[in-house]
Structures are given as structure tokens and as C-alpha cells.
T-cell receptor
């Protein structure tokens, strides 16, 4: 089973920030949080990952709570092309990589 | 950029046939994975490998086997294809870094239809 829980769906207005939450209350100390997204009929695409510090790259920001039991992926200015299923995964090395059902994000014009 | 290549985008096979799905990556990644994706069921892990000749069962290995004779190639084998194996098959690879940078790179998938 996936080690994370995410809301099944969310809407976001185009141009606004999309904040996607993920709960990983059983995360262990050596597990990283990874985010991927999948646009219809394509393979999932890596977005960002982190251990305990907040991270930012050209695609998104990742905010991890101090207790590491949850995180939020932030797309600062959502566009229609950000409509996709977003997956939050926790894992360490030599580990199964299990995808849960993810969050289906719809960006509304 | 990392490239993960799956040999066919679409494949049609008959029930009972032996089917090989090939996946090749060009970035010297240690880890390789096979998933299948079905509507309403999401991505499910079939097998994975973290070294040549090593394999580990995922969540749904029944009816499948794998082969990893070379580091860059990970093959998924359906010994006797059945209609319930009709699905989108996705291959992925990643480095092995103790977890700190093991982002997965996916191929574009093979849509297999078993008739």
C-alpha cells in the first residue's frame, strides 16, 4: 500500500497558486518525499523532492512540515497545462516505489 | 537528458502468446521498474531491479517475469498472455544514491492489447 494520502481531486483557477497537500504520517527518518505528475496518456514526470528542508525549483516548491508528517506541493502560477494527476511518494533506496491514486488537479480558465 | 525507451508504443497479441516488453535506459541507472496502469487502478508495481541479474517482486508479479542481463536493459515477460493483461505498461529507471536523488524517469509506455 502507498504510504501517503492525498485528496482525490482539486480545482485551481488559472494564474493562481495551486497548493496540493500530502499526508505521510508514518514517514521514517531516511525516507524522502518525491512528487510526480502525469498528464493524460504520458508517463509520470518528476517534479521535486526533499528530506526535511523546503525545496524550490523551476517547476514548483515543496514545503515539508517540521515533524515531516505532511507536505505541500505549490505550483505558484497554475496554467491549463498543469492539469494532471499529482502523486506524492515517500521512499528510501532499495525500496519499492509505490504510487497511490494521487490528486487530479483541474486548472480552470 | 535521460532517455528511457520502450520498444513499442502499441502491441497487439493473442491469448497464450509469449510476450516480451523491452525497456532500455541510456544513463547508467542501477534501478529499473515495471508498472502497469489501468483506469481506476492507478500505477501498480510489477517488478523492480536494483542491479544486473537482481529482481524483486512488486505488488502484482503474478503472470509476469523479468530479465536484467545488462544494466541498461530490463525486460518484462508475459509467459502466456491473457486478456486481463491488457494494459498500459510503463518502465522507469533511477540512480541509486541512498535515496537522496533517486528520481524516476519514465518511458512513454506500451499499450498492450491481448485478444
Amino acid at each position: 500500500d502507498a504510504k501517503t494520502t492525498q485528496p482525490p481531486s482539486m480545482d485551481c483557477a488559472e494564474g493562481r497558486a495551486a497548493n496540493l497537500p500530502c499526508n505521510h504520517s508514518t514517514i521514517s527518518g531516511n525516507e524522502y518525499v518525491y512528487w510526480y505528475r502525469q498528464i493524460h496518456s504520458q508517463g509520470p514526470q518528476y517534479i521535486i523532492h526533499g528530506l526535511k528542508n523546503n525545496e524550490t525549483n523551476e517547476m514548483a516548491s515543496l514545503i515539508i512540515t517540521e515533524d515531516r508528517k505532511s507536505s505541500t506541493l505549490i505550483l505558484p502560477h497554475a496554467t491549463l497545462r498543469d492539469t494532471a494527476v499529482y502523486y506524492c511518494i515517500v521512499r528510501t533506496s532499495y525500496d519499492k516505489v509505490i504510487f497511490g491514486p494521487g490528486t487530479s488537479l483541474s486548472v480552470i480558465p | 537528458d535521460v532517455k528511457v525507451t520502450q520498444s513499442s508504443r502499441y502491441l497487439v497479441k493473442r491469448t497464450g502468446e509469449k510476450v516480451f516488453l523491452e525497456c532500455v535506459q541510456d544513463m547508467d541507472h542501477e534501478n529499473m521498474f515495471w508498472y502497469r496502469q489501468d483506469p481506476g487502478l492507478g500505477l501498480r508495481l510489477i517488478y523492480f531491479s536494483y542491479d544486473v541479474k537482481m529482481k524483486e517482486k512488486g505488488d502484482i508479479p503474478e503472470g509476469y517475469s523479468v530479465s536484467r542481463e545488462k544494466k541498461e536493459r530490463f525486460s518484462l515477460i508475459l509467459e502466456s498472455a491473457s486478456t486481463n493483461q491488457t494494459s498500459m505498461y510503463l518502465c522507469a529507471s533511477s540512480l541509486q544514491t541512498g535515496g537522496r536523488n533517486e528520481k524516476l524517469f519514465f518511458g512513454s509506455g506500451t499499450q498492450l492489447s491481448v485478444l
